[in-house]
C-alpha cells in the first residue's frame, strides 16, 4: 500500500532573479515559510501568492516595482520586505498579519482595480495614495486616508467601503474626486464628514443588524458639485435624515447637509426622515452669523420652485421616492405640488407620508449632535 508523501516546509530564494514572466505561489497548497527574491524588479503578467501559502511568514520582494496584477493572501504573512510600485494596474490583497499596506498602497499610480479585502488585525490606517483608481473597494476595520503621502490630486471612479472605522483625506492632497461612493450596512463610522472636492453619487445601505451610521455631512462646497447628485438612502434606521442642521460639540447650531445645485436622483427608503431636510431654510438672520454659509445655498424644494432662467435654474430629477421609516415625520404634500409644477418626475415619482404611531401621535425628531516551482511545492515561476 502506498503512503501520502508529507511535504516538508521549505524556503524558496534568489538573490539574482530580476524579471520574469509570472509568480505563482498558494494556488496549491504549500510548505514554503520563506520567499526570498530582494531582486526582482519587473512581474510581466502577475505576481500571485495566493491562501494557500498558509505557512509563509516571510516575503522579500523588495526591488518590486513593476507587474500588471498583484495578488498578496497568504493569511499567515508577517514580514513584508517592499519598498514602492512604479507600474501596476490591478491589485488584490487579502486578509494578512502585517503591520502596513503603505508599500502596496501609498504609490501614485492609475489604477484600474483594487480589492482589499481584510482583516488586517495589525494595520490600523489604511492609506491610499494612488492618482487615479476605476474601482477601489476596501473592507476592513481600519482608519481609511485618501490621498497617502501624495500632495497632488486623486480621482476615484468607485469608492466602496465595508467596515471601515474613519474616512479621512490627507491635508496635503490638493484635490480629492470620487464619482461614487458606496457604503455598506458594516461600517464602523458613526457620524461620516463627506472631505471630497466633487461627488456626483452617494449610495447608503445599512441593511445588516447592525446600524452604526447616524449622521452624514455633506460639505459647503457641495454646493457646486457638478453632474447631476444621485442620493441613495436605503434601509439605514439609524441614519437621522429629520434636518439639514445639527449642533457642533459645544452645543452651538449648525448646518450639516449643503444641497448641490444640479440634483438628479433622490431614494431615501427606510431612513428616519423630516421635510427639514429637504424644504426648510435658515432664516437670513442666522445667515449673517454663519460665515460658512454659501451665497447660493438653498434648500433642495426651494431651488425646484426656482426660475427656469435664473443662475441656477431646477434640477432635472430622473428619479424621487421617499418612503420614511415608522419613527419619521414626513408630510408629501409639497412634493406632491412639486410635481403637478413639472419639477419633480412624472412616471419615476413616489413619496409616503410617515405613518401614525399606535398611540396616534407622529414622533417629532430633533438634529443629532456631530461629536470598510512546482505543483507539489506550490509554486511556478515562468522565466522570461
Avoid at 19 to 35: H, M, P, R, S
Avoid at 241 to 258: D, E, F, H, P, R
Wanted: proline share 6%; net charge negative.
Amino acid at each position: 500500500m502506498g503512503s501520502d508523501v508529507i511535504q516538508p516546509y521549505y524556503t524558496l530564494s534568489s538573490s539574482s532573479l530580476e524579471a520574469v514572466d509570472a509568480v505563482e505561489i498558494g494556488f496549491y497548497n504549500t510548505k514554503v515559510v520563506n520567499l526570498t527574491l530582494p531582486s526582482l524588479t519587473s512581474v510581466r503578467t502577475s505576481i500571485d501568492i495566493g491562501r494557500r501559502a498558509y505557512d509563509l511568514t516571510y516575503l522579500d520582494i523588495s526591488s518590486l516595482n513593476f507587474a500588471h496584477t498583484i495578488t498578496l493572501s497568504p493569511p499567515n504573512l508577517t514580514s513584508l520586505r517592499h519598498t514602492r510600485l512604479r507600474n501596476v494596474t490591478m491589485m488584490n490583497i487579502d486578509a494578512m498579519q502585517i503591520d502596513s499596506l503603505d508599500s502596496l498602497t501609498d504609490n501614485q499610480l492609475n489604477m484600474r482595480e483594487v480589492l482589499i479585502q481584510g482583516p488586517f488585525p495589525n494595520v490600523n490606517e489604511i492609506a491610499i495614495g494612488f492618482t487615479s483608481a476605476g474601482y477601489l473597494h476596501i473592507n476592513d476595520n481600519s482608519s481609511l486616508t485618501l490621498g497617502g503621502s501624495s500632495k497632488t490630486e486623486m480621482a476615484i471612479e468607485k469608492l466602496n467601503v465595508h467596515g471601515i472605522t474613519d474616512l479621512k483625506r490627507s491635508a496635503q492632497l490638493k484635490t480629492l474626486k470620487v464619482d461614487t461612493l458606496e457604503l455598506s450596512s458594516s461600517i464602523s463610522i458613526t457620524h461620516l464628514e463627506i472631505p471630497f472636492d466633487n461627488l456626483r453619487s452617494l449610495s447608503i445601505q445599512q441593511q445588516w443588524e447592525t446600524h452604526p451610521l447616524k449622521s452624514i455631512t455633506l460639505p459647503p462646497k457641495a454646493v457646486y458639485w457638478t453632474g447631476g447628485f444621485e442620493l441613495y438612502a436605503l434601509a439605514a434606521p439609524d441614519l437621522n435624515l429629520t434636518s439639514v442642521y445639527g449642533a457642533n460639540q459645544k452645543g452651538n447650531g449648525i448646518q450639516t447637509w449643503y444641497w448641490p445645485k444640479n440634483v438628479s436622483s433622490i431614494s431615501i427608503s427606510d431612513v428616519t426622515v423630516g421635510n427639514a431636510f429637504l424644504y426648510v431654510s435658515l432664516p437670513r438672520s442666522l445667515r449673517v452669523v454663519m460665515k460658512t454659509y454659501p451665497k447660493n445655498s438653498d434648500p433642495f424644494i426651494t431651488q425646484q420652485k426656482g426660475s427656469l432662467d435664473g443662475q441656477f435654474p431646477p434640477s432635472v430629477l430622473n428619479e424621487f421616492g421617499v418612503s420614511p421609516s415608522a419613527n419619521s415625520s414626513f408630510n408629501c404634500t409639497p412634493f406632491v405640488e412639486l410635481q403637478s409644477m413639472g419639477r419633480l418626475p412624472g412616471a419615476q415619482f413616489m413619496c409616503d407620508d410617515s405613518k401614525p404611531t399606535s398611540s396616534g401621535a407622529i414622533p417629532v425628531h430633533l438634529p443629532i449632535p456631530l461629536s470598510h516551482v512546482s505543483a507539489v511545492f506550490g509554486i511556478c515561476i515562468w522565466i522570461l
